[in-house]
């Protein structure tokens, strides 16, 4: 099955710009969408098909994808944006499932 | 406003069964597929199940194929998963989400229903 690997953690200093990537075997070639999870609180989506914003949210927050990484780029970081955050795909091989990557812990310094 | 509201979650023994709901308001059900997700104390997430707009497709996580099902009431804009043959493992906040235009994300999250299975 398909297998999306994301660093445990990412550290960055308030208005900095953090990077948080995704690994997965030619994920350029998928749809990457990407969750950001606030303790207790339920995900919220925050960019599907690698790059697009839902309405609310941010441009601060932006995404790509090519060859074998996906990135979530979140520039001018602020406090609020500490949370964890998810990138998914959908694996159309036989399996036919949703896949998430483990999860990135974004802190704020 | 687009709600999704998880009922259903209890204490419950291995092997047992349970059946989780979500009901939907505030966007026209039947147009969008739907998702269980499910997320271990302290873990990540993990996807159960998928439906499409219609019930015709299902799709399931390899951990819950044969002992879970995913339905659907369109007239009563009603998800439901039935858990049968319940394992430790199965402990979670079993969250009920909305898929995006196509099947192959989620848009809109509920809050999610805790299901604890211990003897």
């Known amino acids: 099955s398909y297998v999306l690997t994301q660093p445990p953690s990412v550290s960055v200093a308030p208005g900095k710009t953090a990077r948080i990537t995704c690994g997965g075997n030619n994920i350029g070639s998928k749809s990457v969408h990407w969750y950001q999870q606030k303790p207790g609180q339920a995900p919220v989506l925050v960019i599907y098909?690698?790059?697009d914003r839902p309405s609310g949210i941010p441009e601060r927050f932006s995404g790509s994808n090519s060859g074998n990484t996906a990135t979530l780029t979140i520039s001018r970081v602020e406090a609020g944006d500490e949370a964890d955050y998810y990138c998914q795909v959908w694996d159309s091989s036989s399996d036919h499932q949703v896949v998430f990557g483990g999860g990135t812990k974004l802190t704020v310094l | 406003e687009v709600q999704l509201v998880e009922s259903g979650g209890v204490v419950v023994q291995p092997g047992g069964s349970l059946r989780l709901s979500c009901a939907a308001s505030?966007?026209?059900?039947?147009?969008?597929?739907m998702h269980w997700v499910r997320q271990a104390p302290g873990k990540g997430l993990e996807w159960v199940s998928l439906i499409s707009w219609d019930g015709g497709s299902t799709y399931y996580a390899d951990s819950v194929k044969g002992r879970f099902t995913i339905s659907r009431d369109n007239s009563k804009n009603s998800l439901y998963l039935q858990m049968n043959s319940l394992r430790a493992e199965d402990t979670a906040l079993y969250y009920c989400?909305?898929?995006?235009?196509?099947?192959?994300?989620?848009?809109?999250w509920g809050k999610g229903t805790t299901v604890t299975v211990s003897s």
């Open positions: 989400a909305k898929g995006g235009e196509d099947y192959y994300y989620m848009d809109v």
């Open positions: 505030g966007f026209t059900f039947d147009d969008y597929a």
């Open positions: 098909y690698d790059s």
